[in-house]
């Protein structure tokens, strides 16, 4: 089966600067990731979605990071504006309904570079 | 707030030799995953964890949970180069219901030299 996709790859930007990420998830997964995961630590959630709903978006910094999912497929996560602190990469994960016994599946994510 | 601890952080076996990575967790969970990430790779799911007592193995890994003690371990057996990669455990802080945010450790860097 297919993974999940993610685009772009990489991305440079100055602070203040506005970028938006794209995510696919595997087909048929209704529940969706995304997480920021910083040099030499582990992922963090930032929102996850069921759906098209949001069922937990509590360490989303919401002043500047939004994330949709529209018709519950595909999903974007937009940082605007942009902060030093925001460089990481950012991964979108997906799995089959939230079941405990089925894992996240992880895309390749998005290296975020702030000059 | 859930807290998860691994260690060692970084780790530097021979080939042919055994090791154990911990996962220590703060609060009480029933469900611990174990990831691989190659270097400017994603993350791979190695293992799912969901009861207490739990054990897997795949090749030369296995990994266990003991949810009294809070613990995971991930056991690497006569070790060889391919298993060079970080490796994260995380867990579920979504206790008894459906899946929901994974806390993960920092990752254990494994090297794995001739």
């Known amino acids: 089966e297919a993974g999940v996709a993610q685009s772009p790859r990489y991305k440079i930007i100055e602070k203040r600067q506005s970028v938006a990420f794209w995510c696919n998830p595997i087909?048929?997964?209704?529940?969706l990731y995304w997480y920021q995961q910083i040099l030499g630590q582990g992922p963090k959630l930032l929102i996850q979605f069921q759906n098209n709903g949001v069922v937990d978006d509590s360490q989303l910094p919401k002043d500047r990071f939004s994330a949709e999912r529209l018709k519950g497929v595909d999903s974007t996560l937009k940082i605007q504006p942009a902060k030093l602190e925001d460089s990481a990469v950012y991964l979108c994960?997906?799995?089959?309904?939230?079941?405990?016994?089925?894992?996240?599946?992880f895309g390749d994510g998005t290296r975020l570079s702030i000059l | 707030e859930l807290k998860v601890e691994q260690n060692p952080l970084f780790l530097s076996m021979q080939e042919g030799k055994n090791y154990t990575i911990y996962c220590n967790y703060s609060?009480?969970?029933?469900?611990l995953y174990w990831y691989r990430q190659d270097p400017g790779k994603s993350l791979e799911s190695l293992f799912v964890?969901?009861?207490?007592?739990a054990v897997k193995q795949e090749g030369r890994l296995m990994a266990s949970l003991d949810t009294k003690a809070r613990l995971s371990t991930l056991h690497i057996t006569a070790a060889v180069h391919d298993l060079s990669a970080t490796y994260f455990c995380a867990v579920d802080m979504n206790y008894g219901g459906s899946q929901g945010n994974l806390i993960f450790g920092k990752g254990t860097k494994l090297s794995v030299k001739p």
């Open positions: 964890l969901l009861s207490n007592g």
């Open positions: 087909s048929g997964h209704a529940t």
């Open positions: 994960a997906s799995s089959w309904g939230g079941q405990p016994n089925q894992p996240q599946h």
């Open positions: 609060t009480t969970s029933d469900r």
